[in-house]
């Protein structure tokens, strides 16, 4: 017998790995086969107790991991006693010669019966399915169903009796922490006026709400996420906290590339990931934006508010820790209870926003993911630009630029930046151009490459000069004084080693 194509090539020592895995790899299909019997019997039976349902299942699987690993600790002795020594070519021939000993997952699945109600149907049949779009579902289909069904009441019931122990904050806790956003809130309010001249939203406040309910089982859930309140939010505890001798206050939380219109409100602990109000016209808050300081990727269209915000980001963590949980296999221990906690959490919010959103993890995100307009066409109030948050400007920009999606165009972002970068001749006519035009009226192009030159800064003092100059005559021009402020004081810190400036 000749090697298997696949095999070709490889040293003797590759090609007798390469059988080793796949007849070890065959028995991980024989436990999923095996598996999957159990709610495959169970498709025609009615639903009584499914939680019940998924605990007899897992002691299913524990009797096949059992019995597949003995199969399988002969079955690769065996391999080592009589395959291991004969040469390439006569190895694969044992192999590939024996499907019952080397291959029974292969085996099992060929075994089973056709799941294909499809094939049974008569073409007048699926002609209509077709166009009515009612295919049948197979039985796996109906088994994995049923699976999924089992396991999430399980979890509930198992969720019921953990939060039993682990009580959610009392009346009193959510009681004291509406008093103190009663109580504060003015204060607070008029700091951001005098010092930052904007008008802080109502969500800015049921978020600092939402914080000051969390019981101990919430808090720990939210450190889970890596979330934690920072930037403006530090002021809500001392609305009165001065900045260390000779800093601007406004810097408070600003990164070296955030857009004077974005102010930090949150963090989100991985590569400088975090979490601003932004404020397009200097006053009034237009959503929420994010992005990774020490990453790719741009700002992205703002939009929801700051409670949205942590629930997208408990939806990434639900997706990442069901995709650690897998489909078939009970949850350990330690698993569980991370999801208990985050459940937990989840509780606590929807009492503040998105209550009527039920989906979870992938569910959710794929549920309320941006409309297929705008992520087609982008936003038809924003210039383009190259931190991918978007300008508010009427008029025409010197750039070539179309409208801001909710993600940076790769291409346009790469090549603008080489330009920004690499051709100071022809941005310095970009500048005087904008400047003109801005003065003669248009501020478009001042605001769009202002904003572009501050995010691609990257240390350059003429760029950096470049940007302050063209943002300042922008938002002068736009009636936007406070984000005129807002930019100068960046401008004046932009090489302070860190973004945190008050007082300690």
């Given at each position: 017998?000749?090697l298997p194509?696949?095999?070709?090539?490889?040293?003797?020592?590759?090609?007798?790995s390469?059988?080793?895995?796949e007849?070890?790899n065959d028995?991980?299909?024989?436990?999923?086969v095996?598996k999957?019997t159990?709610?495959c019997?169970?498709?025609?039976?009615?639903e009584?107790?499914l939680?019940?349902?998924?605990?007899?299942?897992?002691?299913?699987?524990?009797?096949v991991?059992?019995?597949?690993?003995?199969?399988r600790?002969v079955?690769?002795?065996?391999?080592?006693?009589?395959?291991?020594p004969?040469?390439p070519?006569?190895?694969a021939a044992v192999v590939?010669?024996?499907d019952?000993?080397?291959?029974?997952g292969f085996?099992?699945?060929n075994?089973?019966p056709?799941?294909?109600p499809?094939s049974?149907?008569?073409?007048e049949?699926?002609?209509e399915?077709?166009?009515?779009g009612?295919?049948?579902a197979?039985?796996?289909e109906?088994a994995?169903?049923?699976?999924?069904a089992?396991?999430?009441a399980?979890e509930?019931r198992?969720y019921?009796?953990?939060r039993s122990?682990?009580?959610?904050?009392?009346s009193?806790?959510l009681?004291a922490?509406?008093s103190?956003v009663?109580r504060?809130?003015a204060?607070?309010?008029?700091?951001f006026?005098?010092?930052w001249g904007?008008?802080?939203?109502?969500?800015?406040?049921r978020?600092?709400q939402f914080?000051?309910?969390l019981?101990?089982?919430?808090?720990?859930?939210?450190h889970?996420?890596?979330l934690r309140?920072?930037g403006?939010?530090?002021?809500f505890?001392d609305p009165?906290?001065?900045p260390?001798?000779?800093?601007?206050?406004?810097v408070h939380?600003?990164?070296?590339?955030?857009?004077?219109?974005?102010?930090?409100?949150?963090?989100?602990?991985?590569?400088?990931?975090h979490?601003?109000?932004?404020?397009?016209?200097g006053?009034?808050?237009?959503?929420?934006?994010s992005y990774?300081?020490?990453?790719?990727?741009g700002?992205?269209?703002?939009s929801?508010t700051?409670?949205a915000?942590?629930?997208?980001?408990?939806?990434?963590?639900?997706?990442?820790?069901d995709?650690?949980?897998?489909?078939?296999?009970?949850?350990a221990?330690?698993?569980?209870?991370e999801r208990?906690?985050?459940?937990a959490?989840?509780?606590v919010?929807m009492?503040?926003?998105t209550?009527?959103r039920?989906?979870?993890?992938?569910?959710?995100?794929?549920?309320?993911?941006?409309?297929?307009?705008?992520?087609e066409?982008g936003?038809?109030?924003?210039f383009?630009?190259?931190?991918?948050?978007?300008?508010?400007?009427?008029?025409e920009?010197?750039?070539?630029?179309?409208?801001?999606?909710?993600?940076?165009?790769?291409?346009?972002c790469?090549n603008l930046h080489?330009?920004?970068?690499?051709?100071?001749?022809?941005?310095a006519?970009?500048?005087t151009?904008?400047?003109?035009?801005?003065?003669a009226?248009d501020?478009?192009?001042?605001?769009?490459?202002?904003r572009?030159?501050?995010?691609?800064?990257?240390?350059?003092?003429?760029?950096?000069?470049?940007?302050?100059e063209?943002l300042v005559?922008?938002?002068?021009?736009?009636?936007?004084?406070n984000?005129a402020?807002?930019?100068y004081?960046h401008?004046?810190h932009r090489?302070?080693?860190?973004?945190?400036?008050?007082?300690?």
């Amino acid at each position: 017998m000749e090697l298997p194509r696949w095999l070709e090539g490889k040293s003797d020592e590759e090609v007798i790995s390469a059988l080793q895995a796949e007849v070890d790899n065959d028995h991980n299909r024989l436990a999923n086969v095996e598996k999957q019997t159990f709610f495959c019997e169970l498709v025609d039976v009615s639903e009584e107790d499914l939680a019940a349902e998924w605990d007899a299942y897992c002691r299913h699987a524990s009797l096949v991991d059992e019995q597949v690993s003995r199969l399988r600790s002969v079955a690769l002795a065996r391999f080592d006693r009589e395959v291991v020594p004969l040469p390439p070519a006569a190895a694969a021939a044992v192999v590939y010669s024996d499907d019952d000993i080397w291959f029974p997952g292969f085996v099992a699945e060929n075994r089973k019966p056709t799941d294909d109600p499809w094939s049974e149907l008569t073409p007048e049949e699926k002609l209509e399915q077709a166009i009515l779009g009612t295919r049948p579902a197979g039985r796996s289909e109906l088994a994995d169903e049923r699976r999924c069904a089992a396991r999430g009441a399980a979890e509930r019931r198992d969720y019921a009796i953990w939060r039993s122990t682990h009580r959610p904050p009392d009346s009193t806790a959510l009681s004291a922490a509406e008093s103190r956003v009663t109580r504060d809130r003015a204060a607070i309010e008029r700091r951001f006026a005098d010092d930052w001249g904007i008008e802080l939203p109502d969500s800015i406040f049921r978020y600092w709400q939402f914080l000051l309910s969390l019981g101990p089982v919430e808090r720990g859930a939210l450190h889970d996420t890596e979330l934690r309140p920072y930037g403006i939010i530090d002021l809500f505890d001392d609305p009165a906290c001065p900045p260390r001798e000779g800093l601007d206050v406004r810097v408070h939380g600003r990164y070296y590339r955030d857009p004077p219109e974005f102010l930090t409100f949150m963090h989100g602990g991985t590569d400088g990931l975090h979490f601003g109000l932004w404020y397009d016209d200097g006053r009034t808050c237009t959503g929420v934006a994010s992005y990774y300081n020490n990453d790719g990727g741009g700002v992205g269209l703002p939009s929801g508010t700051a409670l949205a915000a942590v629930r997208e980001q408990i939806e990434w963590r639900q997706a990442h820790l069901d995709s650690e949980a897998g489909e078939n296999e009970p949850i350990a221990a330690n698993l569980a209870e991370e999801r208990f906690r985050l459940r937990a959490l989840r509780e606590v919010l929807m009492t503040f926003e998105t209550g009527d959103r039920l989906e979870e993890g992938d569910a959710y995100h794929e549920t309320y993911r941006d409309e297929g307009e705008v992520l087609e066409d982008g936003d038809p109030s924003r210039f383009e630009t190259l931190d991918g948050g978007g300008a508010l400007a009427d008029g025409e920009s010197i750039v070539p630029r179309g409208r801001q999606r909710p993600y940076n165009r790769y291409d346009w972002c790469t090549n603008l930046h080489e330009q920004l970068t690499g051709d100071p001749g022809a941005v310095a006519t970009w500048v005087t151009e904008a400047l003109r035009r801005c003065a003669a009226g248009d501020p478009a192009s001042a605001l769009t490459l202002g904003r572009d030159l501050h995010w691609a800064s990257g240390g350059d003092a003429e760029r950096e000069r470049q940007a302050h100059e063209l943002l300042v005559a922008a938002y002068r021009a736009l009636g936007r004084h406070n984000l005129a402020g807002i930019a100068y004081a960046h401008h004046r810190h932009r090489d302070l080693p860190q973004v945190g400036v008050l007082r300690t």
